[in-house]
Nanobody
Framework: VQLVGSGGDSVQAGGSLRLSCTVS?????MAWFRQAPGKEREGVAA??????????ADPVKGRFTISQDSVKKTSTVYLQMSSLKPEDTAMYYC?????????????????????WGQGTQVTVS
């Protein structure tokens, strides 16, 4: 299983970016995490690809939108980011799990996500 993330760039505060992540198989849950220098990895947004239920971390609610497009046997998940802030600067990783987005009610329990992309850098200045 391969996850390929893309779309990271350097933008000015208030700008927008769209990240994409393509996974080589259809998985039930896909998510975006991010990690800023010196900080722990944190969840950003997640989506159930079968019925579209989504969940967002509080810092990005109302600014980020996760969506997905499943064609044949692959899935692509997007993260549309608007009103970007300098604190959004981080390496963004897509992740996937074949069974569920949650672990004990936690949508962003990183160890449960089996598949990970290589990361794409977002810098907001």
């Amino acid at each position: 299983v391969q996850l390929v993330g893309s779309g990271g760039d350097s933008v000015q505060a208030g700008g927008s970016l769209r990240l994409s992540c393509t996974v080589s198989v259809v998985t039930r849950c896909m998510a975006w995490f991010r990690q800023a220098p010196g900080k722990e990895r944190e969840g950003v947004a997640a989506i159930y690809t079968d019925y579209g239920d989504t969940y967002y971390a509080d810092p990005v609610k109302g600014r980020f939108t996760i969506s997905q497009d499943s064609v044949k046997k692959t899935s692509t998940v997007y993260l549309q980011m608007s009103s970007l802030k300098p604190e959004d600067t981080a390496m963004y990783y897509c992740a996937a799990d074949p069974h569920s987005c949650t672990y004990g009610g936690n949508w962003f329990f990183a160890p449960k996500y089996i598949y990970w992309g290589q990361g794409t850098q977002v810098t907001v200045s």
